[in-house]
């Protein structure tokens, strides 16, 4: 099993959609995840992180479910400029040391 | 927010050189910096992790000698690519985090793009 496994899609969801992503990880030590977006030929930039009890910034809500080892995204009402790949991060620490593991990323297209 | 700044952001070489790429975090101490290597339409894959004043972690499968990290100081970690090929074109980025902020994400370079022709 991958350390962290995400369904590479593409989704193609009309504008305003509703679409949700999750994400499984194997580690179930693991301490601290993230959503990351990477636009085409672009460096990821940070999303949003992911809390316990779950959090909502505007029309993006992560959700964490520890007991079946999944963080999940919902965008609501998608626009066009959603279309990206989004990553998903789960980083570990030990001793002092942080490991960082990429999911492989959801492809996401809005269409008009 | 915090900055890394990653440079060259691209850089065509001939077989056999060597490049080094260079991370600097500009307004915070960067204990860890990653580096990262993303293929066309692939996710970004971990090479390495560095520690400042630490020797670098590799990945399985990937050649510490071929790939040499320095971390010398809190706000700069070079990757030097050695005798490159072509098979080592790809994207090249680094990220860096401060112990104990994590949750905040890592702040990622801006990627190197090397060809190797």
């Known amino acids: 099993r991958k350390e962290v496994e995400q369904d590479p899609g593409p989704f193609n969801v009309p504008e305003g959609a509703t679409v949700a992503f999750n994400c499984t990880y194997s580690?179930?030590?693991?301490?601290?995840f993230f959503w990351y977006r990477q636009d085409c030929r672009k460096e990821p930039k940070l999303l949003m992180s992911?809390?316990?009890s779950g959090n909502e910034d505007g029309r993006f809500t992560a959700q964490l479910n520890r007991a079946s080892q999944y963080i999940s995204l919902l965008i609501r009402d998608s626009k066009l400029s959603d279309s990206a790949t989004y990553l998903c991060v789960v980083n570990d620490e030990s001793g002092g040391y942080q490991k960082v593991t990429f999911g492989t990323g959801t492809k996401l297209q809005v269409i008009p | 927010g915090a900055v890394v700044s990653q440079h060259p952001s691209w850089v065509i070489c001939k077989s056999g050189t060597s490049v080094k790429i260079e991370c600097r975090s500009l307004?915070?101490?960067?204990?860890?910096m990653f580096w990262y290597r993303q293929f066309p339409k692939q996710s970004l894959m971990l090479m390495a992790t560095?520690?400042?004043?630490?020797?670098?972690?590799?990945e399985q499968g990937v050649e510490k000698d071929k790939f040499l990290i320095n971390h010398a100081s809190l706000t700069l970690s070079t990757l030097t690519v050695t005798s490159a090929h072509p098979e080592d074109s790809s994207f090249y980025i680094c990220s860096a985090s401060t112990r104990g902020s994590f949750d905040y994400g890592y702040t990622f370079g801006s990627g190197t793009r090397l060809t190797v022709v």
């Open positions: 580690n179930s030590a693991s301490q601290s």
């Open positions: 992911v809390y316990s």
């Open positions: 560095s520690n400042e004043g630490s020797k670098a972690t590799y």
């Open positions: 307004d915070f101490q960067a204990t860890t």
